[in-house]
């Protein structure tokens, strides 16, 4: 299902596909109860992405009780503000790269870092996703968005959609032109979040085009599909979907520092980097919707040894 938001109505039509807040406790810390904690400042402003250590990585991730996301979770993809620009990223073209990367993740050897991590009740993430549903809202809360703005905007998605479905991945994308007030290209990049939307327990991310601020939020100033903000902008969400999937209520998985899966492989992409044509690093590839492969520069993932990887399949590191 594809969803439209034009002139501030949503419209729906057919479609054929497939970090949180800082609201601290008393001593300061974030309120993991809340799953409103910043997950990482990602400064990397590099031209060679760096490759991360093989080792165990201290404080190991441990298991604290809570459920991860099971089975095959489906991906609602929210396009936010204006994705038909002539900037060279906020573009159709540019949304594709997004479909296609997340095309490619179900059952990839990517995904299947995960394949260790276990929750209550039996939940275990599987490595495979299901059908990724899609909208566009044109700046229904304005280009400067708070925290609870994203909220609000997945609230009306789901209202629009008809689909309210505690076992999904809802991420919104905001273009270029959209400010986070609340740190976005300062002091994250990205962040995700669970919480009561309409009755239910809802896993929901933000994540900004790094085109707004490359140095800040992208390894690399050339991307191998050359949309340097969007190819940035897939490795970020790869992390908040890594961290959905193991942490989504924030009682999962995490270290003794609150650090969860994806923050402790952050800005590190692994041993076996590969040169596309236009200069651009790449350490995965990936089948598209229409079956052609992309390139793709994204962040490892911990497994449950506390080891960052690119590929479980091969453990290449």
């Known amino acids: 299902m594809k969803l439209s938001l034009v002139q501030g109505l949503w419209v729906l039509a057919s479609s054929a596909c497939v970090l949180p807040v800082a609201w601290a406790d008393a001593d300061g810390q974030p309120d993991r109860a809340k799953i409103e904690h910043r997950i990482h400042s990602e400064h990397p402003g590099n031209s060679a992405p760096p490759a991360g250590s093989v080792g165990v990585l201290s404080p190991p991730i441990t298991w604290h009780g809570g459920p991860v996301l099971s089975g095959t979770p489906h991906v609602h993809l929210i396009w936010y503000g204006n994705w038909n620009q002539t900037n060279g990223s906020d573009t159709p073209a540019g949304q594709a790269i997004v479909r296609d990367f997340i095309h490619g993740l179900s059952g990839s050897p990517y995904l299947a870092i995960n394949s260790g991590y276990t929750g209550s009740g039996g939940s275990a993430v599987t490595g495979w996703l299901n059908a990724t549903f899609e909208g566009s809202d044109a700046y229904s809360r304005g280009a400067r968005l708070r925290d609870s703005d994203v909220a609000s905007i997945v609230?009306?998605?789901m209202t629009h959609s008809g689909i309210r479905d505690p076992n999904a991945f809802y991420v919104v994308l905001?273009?270029?032109?959209?400010?986070?007030?609340s740190g976005f290209?300062?002091?994250?990049?990205?962040?995700?979040?669970s919480a009561a939307i309409q009755g239910f327990n809802i896993k929901f991310a933000f994540v900004g085009n790094p085109n707004r601020c490359?140095?800040?939020c992208a390894a690399q100033t050339t991307g191998p599909n050359g949309n340097a903000g969007v190819d940035g902008m897939v490795s970020v969400l790869a992390h908040e979907l890594e961290e959905t999937l193991t942490d989504p209520n924030g009682n999962a998985w995490f270290d003794a520092k609150g650090a969860e899966s994806a923050d402790k492989c952050a800005w590190t992409f692994g041993q076996t980097l590969q040169r596309a044509s236009n200069g651009a690093s790449y350490n995965m590839s990936l089948p598209g919707v229409s079956g052609a492969r992309r390139n793709f520069l994204i962040q490892r993932q911990l497994a449950?040894?506390?080891q960052c990887y690119v590929n479980y399949m091969t453990r290449a590191q």
């Not at 905001?174 to 007030?181: G, H, K, L, M, W």
């Not at 290209?185 to 979040?193: K, L, P, V």
């Open 155 to 157: 609230s009306s998605y």
């Open 174 to 181: 905001t273009s270029t032109d959209v400010a986070e007030t």
């Open 185 to 193: 290209c300062t002091q994250y990049c990205a962040w995700h979040n």
């Open 214 to 216: 490359l140095s800040a």
């Open 304 to 306: 449950t040894n506390s």
